[in-house]
Nanobody, 123 residues
């Protein structure tokens, strides 16, 4: 399974961005999926996850209320709508396919990873 993330860019404090992640195979439709991010000099941290049927979503406290994860089965794509972006959201964002039908908040809950897309938020 290959995951292709896109949509990153350079924005200003308070702006919005929407990230996309397309899976090469419909296998991911039976699995939860998630977004992680890694800021310079820091470890990878969980951002958001969504269950195989979209019925459950989870978020880190740092993005809750600002980011929304969703998925479109027809195109094997998940999205991360990011609103009210802050400079501390600056990171490389990665999408991943979960081992199970529901998402987890740890890296070890995920199996396949995309290549990452850079998000930079200027003050």
């Amino acid at each position: 399974v290959q995951l292709q993330a896109s949509g990153g860019g350079l924005v200003q404090d308070g702006d919005s961005l929407r990230l996309s992640c397309t899976s090469s195979r419909r296998t991911s439709s039976n699995n939860g999926m998630g977004w992680f991010r890694q800021a310079p000099g820091k470890g990878r941290e969980f951002v958001a996850g969504i269950a195989w049927n979209g019925g459950q979503t989870i978020y880190s406290d740092s993005v809750k209320g600002r980011f929304t994860i969703s998925r479109d089965y027809a195109s094997n794509t998940i999205y991360l709508q990011m609103n009210s972006l802050k400079p501390e959201d600056t990171a490389v964002y990665y999408c991943a396919t979960a081992l199970r039908a529901v998402p987890g908040s740890h890296e070890t809950d995920y199996r396949y990873w995309g290549q990452g897309t850079q998000v930079t938020v200027s003050a």
